[in-house]
């Protein structure tokens, strides 16, 4: 009798046990902790006075800007983080609202065989104003992240 007792006893602690892993396992799922969803998608924090999209495809980094503010502004350079990128300079007017695609080489990384590759990059985004009094140069500072594409 008392062997069949702590065999019960066993039984019931491991149950229990077993059972709290998969329930933690379940709402981790659930929560989309496991998902890959979440570093799939091409995210844009930060920047100020812009609205931004951007992607990484296989080497180049191409944004989109959207002139939030109330006056006309001109892009003068889009500096990337990515190592060896060449920041070359930029000239685009804008009025407001509206957008522009920016394409730069070497800006991001490359798909390397068909593994997902992320990245995160900090960008700056420098411009001037028609305004005389004031006319910069301003910065808006942001961060890019996502996975890597091997095309559009």
């Not at 065999?7 to 491991?14: D, G, H, M, N, S």
């Not at 709402?27 to 995210?43: C, E, H, N, P, V």
Request: aromatic share 10%; with cysteine; proline share 5%.
């Amino acid at each position: 009798m008392r062997n069949a007792q702590s065999a019960i006893e066993y039984l019931t602690v491991y149950g229990l046990a077993i059972t709290v892993v998969v329930i933690v396992v379940t709402l981790l799922f659930y929560l989309g902790f496991f998902s890959s969803a979440s570093i799939t998608q091409d995210t844009v924090t930060g920047f100020s006075g812009f609205g931004v999209s951007q992607s990484c495809i296989n080497g180049t980094l191409n944004t989109t800007l959207t002139n939030e503010q109330s006056f006309a502004i001109e892009v003068t350079r889009i500096n990337s983080s990515y190592p060896g990128a060449p920041n070359p300079s930029q000239s685009a007017v804008m009025q407001p609202d509206q957008s522009q695609l920016f394409s730069l080489l070497d800006s991001c990384p490359t798909m390397v065989g068909s593994s997902q590759k992320t990245y995160s990059l900090s960008v700056i985004i420098t411009y001037i104003t028609g305004n005389s009094l004031n006319p910069g140069p301003f910065f808006s500072n942001g961060t890019f992240a996502g996975v890597v594409a091997s095309h559009h």
